[in-house]
């Protein structure tokens, strides 16, 4: 299995596909990332590829796998990326 691009591969990649600096794809690319983290709270789209959703998650008991011992786990706020049905039918093969 190959390794996973680099941020700077991505960025070359993008740069030669659009004829636009690699500078310019950089801040674009960063621009978005921003973007996401301050509306996730809203859900961010990023369309043909998912949604960064925000999602609480209730109190629940848990187990300590080594001692067998039951704990509680608290309730808390998860962020969850939704992958779009798009991208898994690009990516698996639809079917």
Do not use: W
Request: aromatic fraction near 4%; charge should be positive.
């Amino acid at each position: 299995m190959s390794k996973s691009m680099t941020k700077s591969q991505i960025e070359d990649t993008i740069a030669k596909a659009t004829g636009l600096p690699k500078k310019s794809v950089h801040e674009v690319l960063a621009s978005m990332a921003d973007l996401a983290y301050k509306e996730a709270g809203n859900s961010f789209t990023i369309p043909g590829v998912g949604k960064l959703v925000l999602v609480n998650r209730q109190a629940r008991t848990g187990r300590n796998p080594r001692t067998g011992e039951s704990i509680q786990i608290p309730a808390k706020r998860v962020v969850k990326f939704r992958i779009a049905k798009a991208c898994k039918d690009a990516v698996l093969g639809a079917g």
